[in-house]
C-alpha cells in the first residue's frame, strides 16, 4: 500500500516560515490534502488538493506537490499555530485513505 | 453548518464490546461517506475505513477488517462503530469524518470531536 513519510518535529521562530514536508513515491501524480491538529482537538483541514484552502484558513497557508514530495508552508508563524500536522493522500489502489505520521510544530 | 457529534467517552474492559456514534447534521447524510480515523495516545492518525450511509457499503482497512464493523441508521442520520472484542491496544480516540472530493482527490472536511475509548482490566 502507499505510504507517505513526514518528518516527526519542526521548530521555528514567531514570524518565520514554516515548511512541512510529505515524501511518497510520485505523489506528484496524487493529490495532497493537510490537517492542523491542536492538542486535546479533532483535525481540521487546512489545505486540499495540493494548494486550495478552505474558507476561514488563513492565506499564510499555502500548499505544494511535485515529484516525490508534497509540502506545506505557513509564513510569518505565529504561537497560534503550534500543532500537529499530517498530510494525506487517496490510494486508488486500495481505495484507502492514508495519512502521514504528522509533523510537530513548535514555535520557539 | 456541517457538524458530526460523538457519543461520550467509554471505559472497558478486555474482551468487551462496544458501539458508539457519530451523529451527523447540516447535509444530507445519505450522499456522503464517512470515515472512521483512529488515533492512539501521542501517535498519528490511522485510518479504519468507511461506510456510505445511502446503502450502508463499507471498506475497511485490513488492519481493522474482522475487529470493527461499521453501521448507520438513515433515519437518526448516525453513524456506528463497533468493536467486537475490545483489547488493550484499542485505547485511542475515534473520529468520524466527511469525505469529499473525487476519485483520487478523496479528502476529509468536516471532523467530529471524538471518542475516547480507554480499554484497561
Known amino acids: 500500500s502507499y505510504v507517505v513519510s513526514q518528518p516527526p518535529s519542526l521548530s521555528v521562530a514567531p514570524r518565520q516560515a514554516a515548511r512541512f514536508t510529505c515524501g511518497g513515491h510520485?505523489?506528484?501524480?496524487?493529490?495532497v490534502h493537510w490537517y492542523q491538529q491542536k492538542p486535546g482537538q479533532a483535525p481540521v483541514l487546512v489545505i486540499f488538493e495540493d494548494t486550495a484552502r478552505p474558507s476561514g484558513i488563513p492565506d499564510r497557508f499555502s500548499g505544494f506537490n511535485s515529484g516525490n514530495m508534497a509540502t506545506l508552508t505557513i509564513s510569518e508563524v505565529e504561537a497560534g499555530d503550534e500543532a500537529d500536522y499530517y498530510c494525506?493522500?487517496?490510494?486508488?489502489?486500495?481505495?484507502?485513505?492514508?495519512f502521514g505520521g504528522g509533523t510537530k510544530l513548535t514555535v520557539l | 453548518d456541517v457538524q458530526l457529534i460523538h457519543s461520550g467517552a467509554e471505559v472497558k474492559k478486555p474482551g468487551e464490546s462496544l458501539k458508539i456514534s457519530c451523529e451527523a447534521s447540516?447535509?444530507?447524510?445519505?450522499?456522503?461517506?464517512l470515515a472512521w480515523v483512529r488515533q492512539t495516545p501521542g501517535k498519528g492518525l490511522e485510518w479504519m475505513g468507511i461506510i456510505y450511509p445511502y446503502d450502508s457499503e463499507t471498506q475497511y482497512s485490513l488492519s481493522f477488517e474482522g475487529q470493527v464493523s461499521f453501521s448507520a441508521d438513515l433515519s437518526t442520520r448516525t453513524a456506528f462503530l463497533q468493536f467486537h472484542g475490545l483489547k488493550a491496544s484499542d485505547t485511542g480516540i475515534y473520529f468520524c469524518a466527511r469525505r469529499v472530493g473525487g476519485s483520487n482527490r478523496y479528502y476529509f472536511d468536516s471532523w467530529g470531536q471524538g471518542t475516547l475509548v480507554t480499554v484497561s482490566s
Open positions: 494525506q493522500v487517496w490510494d486508488i489502489k486500495t481505495d484507502h485513505g492514508v
Open positions: 447540516g447535509y444530507v447524510f445519505s450522499s456522503y461517506w
Open positions: 510520485n505523489i506528484g501524480s496524487k493529490n
